[in-house]
């Protein structure tokens, strides 16, 4: 066998019998719609695999120690005596860094009265 041919590599008239069978089986109409399928897959491969980086909602429960974003607000709030029922999630996060800024000024007030 020549050096020059690698066993098993596809030539023009292989690719051209290839090409020619998918015609056959699939149809002159249905190439563009294969086309088009193969073409949104990719670009939802490449979205999950861009997504894929950052962290899920599973992964985020646990570092809460396994209670969902809306418990740990809910449970902080009642920590803090802060009324949650009426409120959007955002409002009662804001109720809750209010109630912070309060507890740190009172603590201040309190250590400055103590020196």
Same mark, same amino acid.
């Given at each position: ?8 590599? *596809?030539?023009? &008239? ?34 999950? *695999? ?17 209670? &969902?974003? =809306?418990?740990? *607000? ?29 507890? =740190?000024?009172?603590?201040?007030? =309190? ?5």
């Amino acid at each position: 066998m020549p050096p020059e041919y690698a066993p098993m590599a *596809l030539g023009q &008239t292989e690719i051209l019998i290839i090409v020619g069978l998918f015609f056959l089986l699939f149809g002159i109409e249905r190439v563009p719609k294969l086309a088009r399928a193969f073409g949104q897959a990719k670009a939802e491969f490449h979205q999950g *695999l861009k997504d894929g980086g950052d962290v899920n909602k599973a992964e985020g429960d646990l570092d809460r120690g396994g209670r &969902t974003e =809306t418990q740990a *607000l809910i449970e902080d709030a009642e920590a803090k005596g802060v009324e949650t029922v009426g409120k959007s999630r955002e409002q009662v996060a804001d109720d809750i860094a209010a109630a912070d800024v309060d507890a =740190t000024d009172s603590t201040e007030a =309190t250590d400055s009265t103590d020196s």
